[in-house]
């Protein structure tokens, strides 16, 4: 399961707002990349969820992750920082044993 913090639903739903289109879902997934192996990847998507997709719904918000991706991320945290200097979507995930210091990729 994947979770969103309350801040970072709301942040989701702001950005799902000004789609403007009726099935948009927040994709979450992984990548091989970065400075840690594995990057996390966060985008809108419009699609309806694919066969091999998990969908975890929150206060509104249609959380798709892929069945690959999902291995890496189950019991991870969404949450939202609204900081002048760099503020953003955060990653706080049990499974990861490193992670770069900017938070944005990590090594299982």
Known sequence: MITMTPP???EAKRLIARQQEPH??????VKGGGCSGMT???????AEPRPDDQVFKQDGVNI??????????????????HSLMGGGFEFQ???AKKSCGC??????
């Open 8 to 10: 970072a639903i709301e």
């Open 24 to 29: 948009v879902g927040l994709r979450v997934g």
């Open 40 to 46: 996390y990847v966060l985008n809108l998507d419009t």
């Open 64 to 81: 798709l992750v892929d069945a690959k991706s999902h291995q890496y991320l189950d019991g991870m945290t969404i949450a939202y920082n």
């Open 93 to 95: 995930n049990p499974q």
């Open 103 to 108: 938070g944005t990729s990590f090594t299982v």
